[in-house]
């Protein structure tokens, strides 16, 4: 009956408005008092331990990271590179939208940095160029889920943490789904480039493009400094952000010459605003964990599994619509925390590995970030396009879709994500 109320009360309170990660810390107090073998305390310190973390210095580091690449106006200069690239092509704009997020993603590991820095610059540009708002909106919202997929991502790295699984491996397998993802949008544009008579840019000469690369080669080598460092072992997750903000920041303010000192507060003022909105939600939800654990739920979900679900292609469809419908209304890292621990016996049990498991989870959950009431990427680019969210949840839906096919076919053929990295280092695909 506890268990009903609990539930009933969380509906009601998500019904009227409450900020998700209240929810959480509400239901997980009143459920831990409802407890006679749990004490009250139990709350604030599974809060502090659920945050006391080496693993999770990444997630500030990382949006520090993507912060310093904003204030920097590297993000302007990989947005030229990225048109030089691409912009000759009918809707290059749209093309370089997408190619942005793609190499941003490289670097941040956070969607809604990638949302608010190139959004503010291409949304506005688009809908100058001729682009329809719906169109604009649509493309930098849907292209920004590519950040938590290519490496590297918070909520692999998250992920790891709770399951053990080789962070390096989850980074290699997020390579080829979201590059697919992002070539399959940039399909999709081209056509609907051509049907609206979207414009194109003339093609780069080689002379402006080899001075763009000469301009963006130190935003450029970000990302292999981190993947590569992370998956020779040389340094961790965290280390590695770490040193990628060190290094945004020395090129800014050395190279680039577009951070001075006074500008510092300010960045770290936004970026513990952002990552305080994550780290609360996980907090809270490490307190609900506690909860869920005294119910059993990871026990329950096994046995209901074991007798009513006897393949697992069942299993993989039912884990994708529950995180489906768990991302519409709840941040990744939280989803994750309260909901991984429950399904990982059984996906065990199915014979599943890990990193198998955090490629269908990650990228499912990434599709969240454009789905209502939540959709932190969609809000932010309904916002900025100064549009509705009924009006941006039309326009992003034919890049769900593109990511849903790309989840299927990962999530069902999982040789395709792993072909490329099996053939960097074999040793972790074992």
Avoid at 113 to 123: C, F, Q, R, W, Y
Avoid at 157 to 164: E, K, M, P, R, V
């Amino acid at each position: 009956m506890t268990a009903i109320i609990l539930v009933a009360l969380f509906l009601i309170l998500m019904f009227i408005g409450v900020p998700i990660a209240f929810v959480i810390g509400i239901i997980a107090l009143i459920g831990i008092f409802t407890v006679p073998y749990i004490p009250e305390v139990t709350v604030p310190m599974k809060m502090l331990n659920g945050i006391d973390s080496f693993v999770l210095l990444a997630v500030p580091l990382f949006i520090l990271a993507a912060n310093l690449m904003n204030s920097g106006k590297i993000s302007q200069k990989l947005i030229d590179l990225s048109m030089a690239l691409v912009g000759h092509i009918r809707g290059g704009l749209a093309h370089a939208n997408i190619l942005v997020s793609m190499i941003f993603a490289g670097v941040s590991g956070a969607a809604q940095a990638d949302t608010a820095g190139v959004g503010k610059i291409l949304i506005p540009n688009m809908k100058k160029q001729g682009y329809d708002t719906e169109t604009a909106v649509g493309v930098t919202a849907a292209s920004s889920t590519i950040g938590v997929i290519i490496p590297p991502s918070i909520p692999m790295i998250i992920f790891a943490g709770l399951t053990n699984a080789s962070i390096g491996a989850l980074f290699l397998g997020g390579i080829v789904p979201g590059i697919l993802i992002g070539v399959g949008m940039m399909i999709f544009v081209y056509f609907r480039a051509i049907k609206k008579g979207y414009p194109k840019a003339e093609r780069a000469k080689l002379t402006e493009f080899l001075k763009l690369v000469k301009e963006t080669i130190p935003a450029l080598i970000t990302p292999i400094i981190i993947i590569g460092g992370i998956i020779t072992g040389f340094f961790t997750a965290t280390e590695a952000a770490a040193v990628a903000s060190m290094y945004t920041l020395i090129i800014s303010m050395f190279y680039y010459k577009t951070i001075k000192l006074a500008d510092i507060p300010k960045i770290l003022t936004d970026t513990l605003a952002l990552s305080s909105l994550s780290l609360f939600a996980l907090a809270a939800a490490s307190a609900l964990g506690e909860l869920l654990s005294y119910y059993q739920l990871a026990q329950m979900a096994q046995d209901f599994f074991v007798n009513n679900v006897g393949a697992k292609w069942v299993f993989i469809l039912i884990i994708i619509a529950f995180f489906l419908f768990i991302g519409t209304f709840m941040d990744a890292i939280p989803a994750m925390i309260l909901f991984v621990p429950v399904i990982l016996p059984t996906a065990t049990q199915f014979g599943m590995d890990p990193v198998h498991l955090g490629l269908i989870v990650v990228i499912t959950l990434a599709i969240g970030l454009v789905t209502p009431p939540y959709g932190l990427c969609l809000l932010l680019a309904a916002k900025i396009g100064e549009m509705s969210i009924e009006r941006s949840l039309v326009a992003v839906l034919p890049y769900i879709a593109i990511i849903l096919v790309v989840l299927v076919f990962v999530a069902f053929f999982p040789s395709i994500a792993f072909f490329v990295p099996k053939l960097i280092n074999p040793s972790m695909f074992l």
